[in-house]
C-alpha cells in the first residue's frame, strides 16, 4: 500500500474507458516518452515468478490489480502473470506502470511515496518474460497481501477513525450525460479553530467511476476562509508535515465543488466524504501551509487560450512570494491534451533550476509528487516559480479523442485546463534557517568520519 507524509493515492474506483486506458497504454506522447531502463539482467540467471517476481507484483502492481480493483486484470496469481508476462514487460520498461509519471533524470529524485519500479526491477522482470516466464517452486510463493476495503478511509490504518467526517449532501448521477457539479455547502461541527494533520476525500466505491475532482474549501460566515483539500482521479489525501498549520476555522463549513462525469454507472444519493484528522490541541505552530492552483496562463482562471486542430501550446506562469517559503510538493493539473509539464526556480540571481519534470503525464493519475524533507526547494523573497505546461490535440497523442476539434479552456472533461497544484509553507527569515542549519546538520551526520 502507498501511503505519504503528504500525500496518498487512490488504490480503486474509475471503469470503462479510463480503466481500459490505464491499463493498456500503448507509447508516449509523440517524443514524449516515458522514460526506459538500463541494461537487462542476463538471461542465465535463474529467474522464477514463485522467488522472484511475485514479491514484486506484490509491492508494486496488485494493489490495482486485483478482482474488484482499478486494473483491468489480475496479477495475484502465477497463471495471471504468464498470460499478460509480454504486456507486463513492455508496461514496465516503457515506465507506464506503475502509474507515477515523474522523469528519472531531471530535477529533484529524491521523493516520498515515489511509486517508480526501479531499474533493478525491471530489469528483472523483463529477463524472465525473456527466459519464457518459468513458474518455480510454489513452496517460495510469498503469502498473499491482505488489502485494505475500499469503502474504509486509508488514512485509518495510519491514525485511527477521523476526528471529524463531512458528508456532502446526496446527488444523483445520471447513466449518460453532460459534466455535473455539485456545490453544496456542509457545517463542519467545530466551533474552535484546530490544526490539521491530516484530510483524506473519499468519493463512494462506486462513484470513483465517475467524481472526475472533489476540491473542498472552508467558509465563514459566507466568506472564504482557506483551502481544505483536492481530490482528482488517483489521489485522496494529504498530510500536512510537521511543524506546519493548515487550519480549520472555528465554525466554519465546507464548500465541495464536485464535478461528476457521466461515463455508464448510474448512481442514486451519491455521497462524498471528507475524513480530518487534529493535531492535538496544544499543538503550536508558526508556519501556515496552504494548498492552492497556480495558473500558467498569466490570466485569472486560466482561461485564457484555445488549442487548434491538429495543433500544440505551451502555457507558462510566474509566480513569486512575499515571504520565505519551502515547496512541499508539485502535481500537474489537466485533460486530455495535456502531456507535460515542469517546475523551475527562477532565482533572484539569474539562475534557473529544475525541480520536477513530467513528460508523460495522463488526466488518468493525479499523483502529488511530495519533495522529501531535505530535498524541498526553499525560495527567499524575489525568487520565481516557473510553471510550465504542454499540449498536444493532434493523432500523435494517445489520450486524444479528436484532434479535430477546437479545444478551448474550461471546467468540462472535453475542455483544458492549465494549472499546477502546489503545496507551500509559508516561512520567515528565522523559520528559514533553521530549515537550512537541520538540513547541514543532517548532512554533516550522515557523512563518513574521514569526511568530516
Not at 516561512?427 to 537550512?436: H, S, T
Request: hydrophobic share 35%; charged share 25%.
Amino acid at each position: 500500500m502507498h501511503e505519504s507524509n503528504h500525500q496518498v493515492m487512490s488504490t480503486s474506483g474509475m471503469t470503462g474507458l479510463l480503466v481500459m486506458l490505464a491499463g493498456f497504454g500503448l507509447a508516449g506522447h509523440g517524443e514524449l516518452v516515458g522514460q526506459t531502463t538500463g541494461p537487462s539482467l542476463e538471461h542465465g540467471i535463474d529467474l522464477t515468478f514463485t522467488k522472484d517476481i511475485a514479491p514484486i507484483l506484490q509491492e508494486n502492481c496488485q494493489v490495482c490489480h486485483q478482482p474488484g480493483a482499478i486494473g483491468p486484470m489480475s496479477l495475484l496469481t502465477y497463471q495471471d502473470a504468464r498470460r499478460y508476462a509480454r504486456r507486463i514487460s513492455r508496461m514496465v520498461e516503457s515506465r507506464d506502470m506503475p502509474p507515477y509519471q515523474y522523469d528519472t533524470d531531471v530535477g529533484i529524485q529524491d521523493l516520498k511515496e515515489d511509486w517508480r519500479m526501479s531499474d533493478e526491477k525491471i530489469a528483472t522482470i523483463t529477463a524472465w518474460v525473456a527466459a519464457g516466464s518459468p513458474e518455480g517452486d510454489p513452496a517460495d510463493m510469498p503469502l498473499p497481501v491482505e488489502w485494505p476495503d475500499p469503502a474504509e478511509f486509508r488514512l485509518a490504518e495510519r491514525f485511527g477513525p477521523p476526528d471529524v467526517i463531512v458528508k456532502s449532501d446526496p446527488y444523483d448521477v445520471p447513466e449518460v450525460g453532460q459534466d455535473r457539479w455539485w456545490k453544496p455547502l456542509v457545517p463542519v461541527g467545530v466551533n474552535t479553530e484546530r490544526c490539521i494533520m491530516a484530510v483524506e476525500t473519499k468519493p463512494s466505491v462506486e462513484g470513483r467511476a465517475v467524481a472526475h475532482h472533489a476540491n473542498s474549501s472552508f467558509r465563514v460566515d459566507g466568506e472564504s476562509a482557506g483551502r481544505l483539500s483536492e481530490y482528482a482521479l488517483g489521489k485522496v489525501g494529504e498530510i500536512v508535515p510537521d511543524g506546519a498549520c493548515r487550519k480549520l476555522p472555528a465554525d466554519a463549513s465546507v464548500a465541495f465543488d464536485i464535478h461528476y462525469w457521466p461515463n455508464g454507472v448510474e448512481l442514486e444519493d451519491d455521497q462524498v466524504e471528507i475524513g480530518i484528522w487534529f493535531q492535538p490541541e496544544e499543538y503550536e505552530s508558526e508556519y501556515q501551509q496552504t494548498l492552492s492552483l497556480y495558473f500558467l496562463d498569466g490570466g485569472v482562471g486560466g482561461r485564457g487560450y484555445d488549442i487548434a486542430p491538429h495543433g500544440t501550446l505551451m502555457t507558462q506562469g510566474f509566480h513569486s512570494f512575499d515571504t520565505p517559503v519551502r515547496i512541499d510538493s508539485f502535481q500537474p493539473h489537466g485533460h486530455t491534451r495535456l502531456v507535460a509539464m515542469s517546475l523551475q526556480v527562477l532565482r533572484k540571481n539569474g539562475r534557473r533550476e529544475t525541480a520536477s519534470m513530467v513528460s508523460n503525464w495522463s488526466a488518468l493519475w493525479h499523483h502529488s509528487h511530495i519533495y522529501a524533507d531535505d530535498s524541498a526547494p526553499l525560495l527567499e523573497p524575489g525568487d520565481q516559480l516557473i510553471v510550465t505546461g504542454w499540449y498536444d490535440n493532434t493523432e500523435n497523442n494517445r489520450y486524444n479523442p479528436d484532434p479535430d476539434q477546437w479545444v478551448g479552456i474550461g471546467d468540462r472533461t472535453a475542455d483544458e485546463m492549465s494549472h499546477a497544484w502546489i503545496a507551500v509553507t509559508h516561512l520567515d527569515e528565522a523559520g528559514m534557517e533553521n530549515i537550512k542549519a537541520d538540513r547541514e546538520s543532517r548532512l554533516i551526520s550522515e557523512q563518513p568520519d574521514g569526511a568530516r
